[in-house]
């Protein structure tokens, strides 16, 4: 009887059969190869994501250690910027030993000038800046002020009006640097103006 069923079968009935035995063994391949593959899968995994945790971890640290570099690079180079711009103005004082009125009102002149200078310089060297951005600041020499005064302003660290401020300071040092015009009183009291006015808390005489 059975033999008898499956000659007699049609094409349709044959075909219903076949694609529930393909159903069947689909599934019963399915759980034979979790059962037998499905842990090596899962080490996979777990091995590729621990690498890729490990790998992440490293490159943070690599950041995190370049920021500091660039933090340390960006002190060291302010650091030699005020050195080189001391080392200059005591060198000048030095060549410049005067008792005379004239010689006074140029020291005064000069004080009010540096204490300017040293003002911009410790703005371009704000750690809120980023390092990159501070080392790049610091490289700029004291023959370079007005350099720095226009890229200071160009990136937001000094607003228009400061940055005009600035460079009214250092047009005026610029005019008298090497005591030509003759310096008069009202000079001197115009850079300790602006010396009031740039520099926080500035009473120098």
């Not at 076949?18 to 499905?38: P, R």
């Not at 570099?69 to 180079?77: F, G, K």
């Not at 302003?153 to 005009?164: E, I, M």
């Not at 015009?181 to 300790?192: E, F, H, I, Y």
Request: charge should be neutral; aromatic fraction near 6%.
């Amino acid at each position: 009887m059975l033999e008898d069923y499956w000659i007699n079968l049609t094409d349709a009935q044959a075909s219903l059969i076949s694609t529930a035995v393909l159903i069947v063994a689909g599934g019963l391949g399915v759980l034979l190869g979790a059962a037998l593959f499905g842990g090596r899968v899962k080490n996979l995994k777990s091995a590729l994501e621990a690498s890729n945790e490990v790998i992440q971890k490293h490159q943070d640290e690599a950041k995190a250690q370049l920021k500091v570099m660039e933090e340390q690079m960006s002190a060291t180079l302010g650091a030699v910027s005020q050195l080189r711009s001391s080392v200059f103005d005591l060198r000048t004082d030095v060549e410049e030993k005067v008792t005379d009125e004239a010689g006074k009102m140029r020291q005064a002149f000069k004080n009010h000038w540096y204490a300017i200078r040293d003002e911009l310089q410790r703005r371009a060297s704000d750690p809120n800046i980023h390092g990159r951005t501070r080392t790049r600041y610091a490289g700029f020499s004291n023959n370079e002020i007005a350099a720095l005064i226009e890229v200071l302003q160009k990136d937001g660290v000094l607003q228009s009006s400061q940055a005009n401020t600035f460079n009214d300071a250092h047009n005026l040092w610029t005019w008298h640097r090497n005591g030509r015009p003759p310096m008069t009183q009202g000079d001197v009291q115009k850079m300790r103006e602006l010396a009031i006015d740039l520099v926080p808390n500035y009473r120098s005489e």
